[in-house]
């Protein structure tokens, strides 16, 4: 059994669709301090085996700014909880660079030793907050070719075009090849 | 025993300069990711208990923005390694305050259950680099009342000023009170 671990409803339903063989796991595995959202991933994923047996999955999607280097990448929660959207887009304004990327990491872990990752990004820009605010930076992102923030987008358009999509793709062809 | 844990030899020195029995414990305690500088302590002492007998103290250091609504704060290591001093002053100058919060916080932990915090904090601007830049954010830092940043003065005239210098007086006064 593959389990794909989140406490995220929408996001497992997103992974379900797409791989309607995995099953969720919602545990709380702890998130080491890290900006590299791989060794984040890896080791909530090297952590899942103490909890379980099987196959697990693991995301990671976040927002990292041109004009701070990649911050703040996972670190994005909390930049939400203290500055907010409005901080973060008036980062982005004074400091004369709104180009970001949204990715998605996505491990899956076959075992402790067999661990894959498959990544999808998304060029865009950040923008004052536009749209439902109920679902993280989504207001801010507007992706690159769009005319709408995610957050002024229906969760189909959203999907269609989202950096967690391609990621899943990617696992899934890979998952289909035979592992 | 009290044990004090880090790896900063020069942070331990300071520590042993004003509480003469506490010895050192180098032992590498994960950080949790988090902003709150006392939750952090408190996931280190009690994963201490698993790693030696004794008592323990673990100290935070951090730079805590006005202009970023406390952020870095905790998350100043990551900020360091991205963006540099150079983006941190350059965020504080463009986002039009400068005013920041040098804050220690040390947790003891006499045993898993009391766990006691003590606090030490200087206030300041955030300038552009001076002084030797060996040391984290002290070339940026700019304590209020002095002309030099943390970067450009000896060792002695920082402790003496020093956040945490203050939050370890407290601690030894504690001790000495009889716990």
């Given at each position: 059994m593959i389990y794909f671990i989140t406490g995220n409803k929408n996001k497992f339903e997103e992974v379900k669709s797409i791989l309607p063989d995995v099953e969720q796991l919602d545990i709380d595995l702890p998130e080491i301090q890290e900006i590299d959202a791989k060794e984040i991933i890896k080791t909530k994923l090297t952590e899942a085996f103490n909890h379980a047996d099987g196959e697990f999955i693991v995301e990671d999607t976040s927002l990292y700014f041109d004009c701070l280097k990649?911050?703040?990448?996972?670190l994005i929660k909390w930049f939400l909880q203290t500055i907010g959207n409005d901080g973060l887009a008036e980062i982005a304004e004074k400091l004369g660079n709104n180009k970001a990327e949204a990715k998605t990491i996505i491990g899956y872990a076959k075992n402790r030793e067999e661990i894959y990752f498959f990544e999808g990004a998304i060029k865009g820009r950040i923008v004052n907050p536009k749209g439902?605010?109920?679902?993280?930076?989504d207001p801010i992102f507007l992706p690159d070719g769009?005319?709408?923030t995610f957050a002024e987008m229906s969760r189909e358009e959203k999907n269609e075009i989202s950096m967690r999509r391609n990621a899943l793709n990617k696992l899934s062809e890979f998952l289909r090849s035979g592992k």
């Open positions: 990649g911050l703040p990448g996972p439902e605010t109920n679902f993280g930076w769009y005319e709408k």
